[in-house]
């Protein structure tokens, strides 16, 4: 058997021309990467509700699914002196409403062959459902159900809340999530929406009750701050229909929704390390990063760019780096977080508590090679290729046509934008990615939080001298 096997792959490869064969087996060339392909997304149609919903509809018939995204403004920098509160009262949503609880809101959806989803970030409380299209009339109705109707029991609410303060509690064992919280906290001043975690802290939390979730609810959930979004097998004539049928009778409770108080600008300091201790850690988590950039600003293409050279792909230096030349992390990334008040930006690796000095030198090599020699042709063509080539998975599916439709929503951003993305990303040049890395990776002017066994790996960062060194927990707050 094994012979024939032999013989016959010989004759295969005795029959295949000989320029064929070589071309095949010529490993010592990259093959060379194909222009982008125009991105051809179908167009967003857009109408106003008689209650001030805004609705967006994106046809898109190859299979019968439809997805349907409510949007109301307030997500968590609506939480005010209340951190977490924005969070918890949508996922309460869906906890009870009118006469379902939360297991009749299930089987509902499972029944209708549906899924239902309720949740909030910084700017938008979110319920999201995708359903066949022949189930979508009685699904849109639960819909409106959980989004208009919700109970707000207070024994749903003792039992969520107890749920999210244990939640809380179980972070604190969990390196990663410390080192965002304390990230976080030192990042962004007292009084700025992204100084405490979107969840909130245990004190907020256990200060919850369902008073003050209706009351939030009252003030937020209104339908001149909310949109829907329907995208799938539907036209803008059944959209329309189906979303006045199930919204259309939505009224706002009497008074205005409290304008948000403006936020403290978060302070540019020198390069200062948070050490949070972590006693018998086998690994140190490391973030390193400072006040981020608007979404809106005109570097944003060639940030894009830049990061995805630095931190935001597998192929990236910091990966490339820490984890297959050093052999320090599984894993190792940078990205900036857009919001509509900027967010940070943020590297960060997991690495071996052995290595945690070494892994904080090789981070700032990094931010200084970027910042100090421009990028090699090959290099700069593979990051611009790498995003416009990915960029058609990100509308696949009705479901991601609606998600994106939903964020250029949030940052005010034409329904068109995506139409000139990719000429945009490919026009950024070496020049470009050095200035925007001048310009916003600035090793001097860092937070470096370190989450590790302080005992193992104090005296290694405090000989590199990357500035003062802070013991702090994972709030922020100077620790013993």
Not at 120 to 130: C, E, G, I, P, Y
Not at 198 to 211: E, F, H, I, Q
Not at 373 to 395: C, D, H, M, N, W
Request: with cysteine; glycine share 6%; proline share 7%.
């Amino acid at each position: 058997m094994t012979r024939c096997l032999v013989a016959a792959i010989a004759v295969l490869a005795a029959s295949v021309p000989q320029s064929v064969a070589a071309q095949q087996l010529d490993i010592t060339h990259r093959p060379p990467l194909a222009a982008p392909a125009p991105l051809r997304i179908p167009r967003a149609q857009r109408s106003v509700l008689p209650n001030g919903v805004t609705l967006y509809v994106i046809e898109q018939h190859e299979v019968p699914l439809v997805d349907a995204v409510l949007s109301v403004r307030g997500g968590g920098r609506a939480d005010q002196d209340r951190p977490g509160l924005a969070s918890f009262t949508a996922d309460m949503l869906d906890e009870g409403a009118d006469t379902l609880d939360a297991f009749g809101i299930a089987a509902q959806a499972a029944y209708l062959g549906a899924e239902l989803e309720t949740r909030a970030d910084w700017d938008r409380t979110l319920v999201s459902l995708k359903v066949p299209k022949h189930s979508l009339a009685a699904a849109l109705d639960l819909m409106a159900t959980v989004s208009l109707e919700p109970s707000f029991h207070s024994a749903d609410v003792a039992r969520e809340r107890e749920l999210r303060l244990a939640e809380i509690l179980q972070e604190r064992d969990q390196p990663e999530a410390v080192a965002s919280h304390a990230f976080s906290a030192v990042v962004f001043p007292i009084g700025h929406p992204y100084h405490e975690p979107l969840g909130g802290d245990s004190a907020a939390t256990a200060a919850l009750d369902s008073a003050g979730v209706r009351a939030f609810y009252a003030e937020t959930f209104r339908p001149d701050r909310a949109s829907i979004i329907v995208s799938g097998d539907i036209t803008l004539a059944e959209a329309t229909a189906a979303i006045t049928r199930a919204f259309g009778g939505w009224r706002a409770a009497a008074g205005t929704t409290p304008a948000p108080t403006a936020a403290p600008a978060p302070a540019t300091r020198a390069t200062t390390v948070y050490l949070v201790d972590k006693p018998n850690a086998a690994q140190s988590v490391i973030a390193i990063g400072n006040p981020g950039v608007d979404r809106r600003s005109p570097d944003y293409y060639a940030l894009q760019v830049m990061n995805t050279l630095l931190g935001g792909s597998f192929s990236s230096r910091l990966n490339q780096n820490l984890r297959e030349t050093k052999g320090y992390a599984y894993g190792a990334g940078s990205s900036f977080q857009y919001r509509p008040l900027p967010g940070p930006f943020i590297a960060s690796a997991a690495v071996r508590t052995d290595v945690t000095d070494s892994s904080l030198i090789e981070f700032f090599k990094e931010f200084k090679r970027l910042r100090d020699s421009a990028v090699t042709p090959v290099e700069l063509t593979r990051a611009k290729s790498y995003i416009a080539l990915g960029l058609p998975g990100e509308f696949e599916t009705a479901g991601d046509l609606a998600s994106q439709l939903s964020r250029l929503l949030v940052f005010g951003l034409p329904l068109e934008y995506y139409r000139t993305y990719v000429p945009r990303i490919m026009a950024v040049t070496a020049a470009d990615v050095q200035r925007v890395a001048r310009k916003y990776i600035r090793p001097d002017r860092v937070s470096v939080v370190v989450v590790g066994d302080a005992a193992k790996i104090r005296s290694g960062i405090e000989a590199l001298h990357l500035g003062p060194l802070q013991q702090v927990d994972m709030e922020g707050r100077p620790a013993p």
